[in-house]
Nanobody, 123 residues
Framework: QAQLVQSGGGLVQPGGSLRLSCLASGFTFRYYSVVWFRQAPGKEREGVSCISGGDDSTYLADSVKGRFTISRDNAQNSVFLQMNSLIPEDTAVYYC????????????????WGQGTQVTVSS
């Protein structure tokens, strides 16, 4: 059974850091593009970052560029979102999603989804 299980997240003060993990099982993870979305209350879902299954190229939204980093470890079947210099505007539920796309894009559809994890940035 293909699934994504997320870990990480929580409450952090502004300026702090968190790392989100997305662990895949039940499928050949290496060839899948993985995207991180977030959704804050009352706001539209935002594509934050993605990493391609074909060539490991990455994308970061302007809102997080310079602060967030996406990476993958295929030996661990995992993708990570390192979030530094967090600001209150980063508060949201974060979701990882995966699908067989050579190049990733936050505008594509993704069939596999993680359960979501809350990130709260507050003093």
């Amino acid at each position: 059974q293909a699934q994504l299980v997320q870990s990480g997240g929580g409450l952090v003060q502004p300026g702090g850091s968190l790392r989100l993990s997305c662990l895949a099982s039940g499928f050949t993870f290496r060839y899948y593009s993985v995207v991180w979305f977030r959704q804050a209350p009352g706001k539209e879902r935002e594509g934050v970052s993605c990493i391609s299954g074909g060539d490991d190229s990455t994308y970061l939204a302007d809102s997080v560029k310079g602060r967030f980093t996406i990476s993958r470890d295929n030996a661990q079947n995992s993708v990570f979102l390192q979030m530094n210099s967090l600001i209150p505007e980063d508060t949201a539920v974060y979701y990882c999603a995966a699908d067989v796309h050579y190049y990733c894009s936050v505008d594509q559809t993704y069939d596999l989804w993680g359960q979501g994890t809350q990130v709260t940035v507050s003093s």
